[in-house]
Antibody, heavy 124, light 112 residues
Framework: EVQLVESGEDLVKPGGSLRLSCAAS?????????????MNWVRQAPGKGLEWVGL??????????DYAAPVKGRFTISRDDSQNTLYLQMNSLKTEDTAVYYC??????????WGQGILVTVSS | DIVMTQTPLSSPVTLGQPASISCRSS???????????LSWLQQRPGQPPRLLIYKISNRFSGVPDRFSGSGAGTDFTLKISRAEAEDVGVYYCMQGTQFPYTFGQGTKLEIK
């Protein structure tokens, strides 16, 4: 099991930028679970349902990314395996990006270990 | 994108009685590898979601056996055999067969 802790919570003006971080801990006898994990970001607007934001694969699988249409071209997911940390760079923020953002491990194309989430508020 | 539709959106249930939630996808969730990546998540009030069921019917670690999943193709069901107070919350189905991953709207389970 991986423990995930998000950080970077903030209030940002429309058009602004913000970077979220997600620190992972947890290992097996063979090493860090994070290094072998695909990682996702999912968000939840206040009082609403879940919306997938995007994913980054592990280095072994190419480290490639995929994004939901509403954030493509504005958000970038990256990872630093040496620090067991996942990032979400958010640019050109809109009021509709206001949400709790969760980082989650991907396991057989499902969402296994969830962080507690972090609130991002985009407002003038 | 694959659209996931849950019914009902709200489900009042009596303690100790069964509950059932349906989820339908706009296209088959059978992956090219032969697996069907349909999962169920539970979100208790004030908590992040947690994984209950993966690949249609596999209970995740620590999930009570009163939860079960079934279905195939485009139609899936989550059943709770005997509802307990701790089951209150919102339940989501989710498909991971195709990017983007998509979720149902959520079904709110309440105790009558």
């Amino acid at each position: 099991e991986v423990q995930l802790v998000e950080s970077g919570e903030d209030l940002v003006k429309p058009g602004g930028s913000l970077r979220l971080s997600c620190a992972a801990s947890g290992s097996t006898a063979s090493g860090s679970i994070f290094i072998d994990s695909w990682m996702n970001w999912v968000r939840q607007a206040p009082g609403k349902g879940l919306e997938w934001v995007g994913l980054i694969k592990n280095k072994k699988d190419g480290g490639t990314t995929d994004y939901a249409a509403p954030v493509k071209g504005r958000f970038t997911i990256s990872r630093d395996d040496s620090q067991n940390t996942l990032y979400l760079q958010m640019n050109s923020l809109k009021t509709e990006d206001t949400a709790v953002y969760y980082c989650i491990t991907d396991w057989f194309y499902t969402l296994r270990d969830w962080g507690q989430g972090i609130l991002v508020t985009v407002s003038s | 994108d694959i659209v996931m539709t849950q019914t009902p959106l709200s489900s009042p249930v009596t303690l100790g009685q069964p509950a059932s939630i349906s989820c339908r996808s706009s296209q088959s969730l059978v992956h090219s590898d032969g697996n069907t990546y349909l999962s169920w998540l539970q979100q208790r009030p004030g908590q992040p979601p947690r994984l209950l069921i993966y690949k249609i019917s596999n209970r995740f670690s620590g999930v009570p056996d009163r939860f079960s999943g079934s279905g195939a193709g485009t139609d899936f069901t989550l059943k709770i055999s005997r509802a307990e107070a701790e089951d209150v919350g919102v339940y989501y189905c989710m498909q991971g067969t195709q990017f983007p991953y998509t979720f149902g709207q959520g079904t709110k389970l309440e105790i009558k």
